[in-house]
């Protein structure tokens, strides 16, 4: 699985939803409001004990929101961001933003911020190597904030029940091995749209509700017949296979998210990233939606030790 690829498309997908006026809420499930409001305040907090005009560095940054959150609180702060995926949304105003940059290897000078934060960003990667590198780019005494997945988050269990969906819709249903037969039939002269692709949709629809990918896939498919019925096969072909294309790299996503959430609930390697790399723990603590008692998150400060 190409981590780059399938969170470069899942970000691509993010940016064009938003330009076209939708929500944007990352990989969380419905109740991504709350989420989102827990996680402005975690920063916020984390953002009135960093110096003035500290330069911050949020790796992992995707559509830049913890960077939007620390200027909500502190418009004075120096903020770039930088992701694994190659495109990215654009990032809030007043920040910048660096694209396909590895935690692993961090283009930047020793000692260079005062702090760095990560959003479900930490626990994809290498933590031993990635801990030494944020610990290398911040100054003495400088802090990290982490927020990082749970192996009981319902973060993970929503796109667990979302590649379920996926699974349903391609390999259960064989969707699109369906649509391309109907193409291959429609070089006949037959092209009625396959009855079998609607009810398929209306059945995803019955069975996930409305949204899920046991939905949106038939539903795209059958949409994509319907509209391509008078266009040349090879094009109505070519989106069936972006479709395809999509549904395998929401599949990689997913399967990353969950080792990521795994590695994150291993706390002796946690804590043995952290302590060869120099960096105490300050503050650990559950985080939890307003109103709900199940934490989606654990929100963890560390500093680097000073010689």
Same mark, same amino acid.
């Given at each position: 699985m190409d981590q780059k690829r399938a969170w470069g498309d899942f970000w691509t997908r993010e940016a064009a939803n938003k330009t076209k006026g939708g929500k944007s809420g990352g990989c969380l499930p419905d109740a991504y409001a709350a989420i989102d409001a827990a996680q402005r305040q975690v920063w916020g907090a984390f953002a009135e004990n960093?110096?003035?005009?500290?330069?911050?560095?949020?790796?992992?940054?995707?559509?830049?929101?913890?960077?939007?959150?620390?200027?909500?609180?502190?418009?004075?702060?120096?903020?770039?961001g930088t992701?694994? %995926?190659?495109?990215?949304?654009?990032p809030p105003r007043g920040t910048r933003l660096k694209a396909g940059v590895s935690m692993e290897e961090l283009p930047f000078p020793d000692n260079?911020?005062? %702090?760095?934060?990560?959003?479900f960003g930490f626990e994809y990667?290498?933590?031993?190597? %990635?801990?030494?590198?944020?610990?290398?780019?911040?100054?003495?005494?400088?802090?990290?904030?982490?927020?990082?997945?749970?192996?009981?988050?319902?973060?993970?269990?929503?796109?667990?029940?979302?590649?379920?969906?996926?699974?349903?819709?391609?390999k259960e249903k064989n969707v699109l091995a369906m649509a391309q037969r109907h193409l291959q039939i429609r070089a006949t002269?037959?092209?009625?749209?396959?009855?079998?692709?609607?009810?398929i949709a209306q059945e995803g629809h019955r069975r996930f509700g409305a949204g899920s990918a046991a939905w949106e896939i038939p539903e795209a498919v059958a949409q994509t017949l319907e509209l391509?019925?008078?266009?040349?096969?090879?094009?109505?072909? %070519?989106?069936?296979?972006?479709?395809?294309?999509?549904?395998?790299?929401?599949?990689?996503?997913?399967?990353?998210?969950?080792?990521?959430?795994?590695?994150?609930?291993?706390?002796?390697?946690?804590?043995?990233a952290f302590e060869n790399a120099g960096l105490v723990i300050q503050q650990e603590n559950e985080v939890c939606a307003p109103g709900e008692s199940r934490a989606f998150a654990t929100f963890r400060v560390l500093k680097a030790r000073c010689e």
């Open positions: 960093l110096s003035r005009n500290a330069r911050v560095l949020d790796v992992a940054t995707g559509d830049g929101r913890v960077m939007a959150h620390l200027l909500a609180k502190r418009r004075d702060l120096k903020l770039i992701d694994l %995926a190659p495109r990215l949304p654009e260079r911020f005062a %702090a760095v934060t990560s959003q990667a290498d933590m031993s190597i %990635a801990a030494r590198e944020l610990a290398r780019v911040l100054v003495q005494g400088g802090l990290i904030g982490l927020l990082m997945h749970r192996p009981d988050s319902p973060i993970l269990e929503h796109n667990l029940r979302r590649r379920r969906q996926i699974e349903w819709a391609l002269g037959l092209s009625a749209i396959p009855e079998q692709i609607r009810a391509g019925a008078t266009d040349h096969a090879a094009n109505v072909a %070519a989106i069936l296979r972006r479709i395809t294309e999509q549904a395998e790299n929401e599949m990689g996503r997913i399967a990353s998210l969950e080792k990521a959430c795994h590695k994150a609930g291993d706390a002796g390697a946690l804590n043995s």
